[in-house]
């Protein structure tokens, strides 16, 4: 059975025009594309995303880096979406990243690491839903 799974391109890969390779690579890897926008995060719209790293040291640092540059918000459709996505990006630390994962190729730091993923199929319904609507999710996705 196919599920969905959320995934942003973060500011540092839009502003390193690396969009086009993440994206087809995602492509490569069978993820369907069922939803995409392109949107500038406010201060307010990060922190309510990040609210569960609200008490951590490095929450304050993501809201910021998060709302620098637009990002891009993408809704995905796999067998095995959710960890199938967490293997292709791979690590949050890009040091510690798998060769030839997506983080590994293109991150700078363990923030600066190019993409959001979903880390539960519970918390990729919750995420998907903070960024589209059901319409959005739902039509032309056959």
Known sequence: MKE???????????????????????????FDIIAMKMIKLTRETAGAFY?????????????????????????????????DLRKVIGATDPAMADEGTVRKMFAESKQRNIIHASDSIENAAIEMAFFFSTKELTENNS
């Not at 969009?19 to 087809?24: K, L, P, Q, R």
């Not at 637009?70 to 796999?78: F, G, H, M, N, S």
């Open 4 to 30: 969905r799974t959320l995934a942003i391109l973060k500011p540092d890969c839009i502003k390193r025009k690396l969009a086009g390779e993440v994206i087809s690579r995602l492509i490569a890897e069978g």
């Open 51 to 83: 609210a569960v790293h609200k008490e951590r040291s490095f929450y304050d640092d993501l809201v910021k880096f998060m709302t620098e540059y637009r990002v891009v918000v993408l809704a995905l459709e796999k067998e095995n979406a959710v960890v």
